[in-house]
């Protein structure tokens, strides 16, 4: 039903084919757990140099461990600790070249060495992270950044609360 092959090309290229897989996936399923799992593993599996993909979703005003594809994780991170309780806290995309280098940055596995992390926004809320982690420094930029951006946009259009 859904290509198997990882999207090849540029980057946009790749975003591209990822999003249209994404719109397949979330095709006349409204749950954002079952959307969430889906994207985490299209991330994961998708993408070159990931060791980590997945959901932090807010609960109680804590970050909690949602959906994911990779080794297990930190199951809860408070908002403004790590880069994706600050990319929460600030409400805005965070790619960290180098997590050694990040301020607070928590250690979930020792392999990840970048990270990008969008926030997901709902009706103005804070509902959670979209996180991905690589075992490379500077696996992230700009183009990472917006394809993650709209991916989110997708899930959030796709889920409902």
């Not at 399923?29 to 985490?40: C, F, P």
């Not at 980590?52 to 930190?74: I, S």
């Not at 180098?98 to 970048?114: M, N, Q, W, Y």
């Amino acid at each position: 039903m859904f290509a198997s092959a990882r999207p090849s090309g540029n980057k946009t290229e790749i975003y591209h084919d990822l999003a249209l897989q994404a719109r397949g996936l979330f095709e006349s399923e409204r749950d954002s757990i079952a959307n969430a799992a889906n994207l985490s593993a299209l991330l994961y599996h998708g993408l070159d140099q990931l060791n980590w993909a997945g959901f932090y979703f807010l609960r109680t005003g804590t970050l909690v461990l949602g959906p994911f594809q990779g080794k297990p994780a930190c199951v809860r991170i408070a908002l403004g600790k790590g880069v994706c309780g600050t990319a929460a806290s600030q409400r805005k995309s965070l790619v960290v070249p180098d997590v050694e280098k990040f301020p607070g940055h928590i250690t979930c596995d020792s392999a990840s060495r970048s990270e990008l992390v969008v926030p997901l926004i709902r009706s103005g809320a804070i509902i959670g992270v979209l996180d991905l982690d690589a075992p490379i420094p500077d696996r992230f930029d700009d183009e990472d950044r917006k394809g993650v951006e709209a991916l989110a946009r997708l899930w959030l259009a796709a889920s409902d609360g």
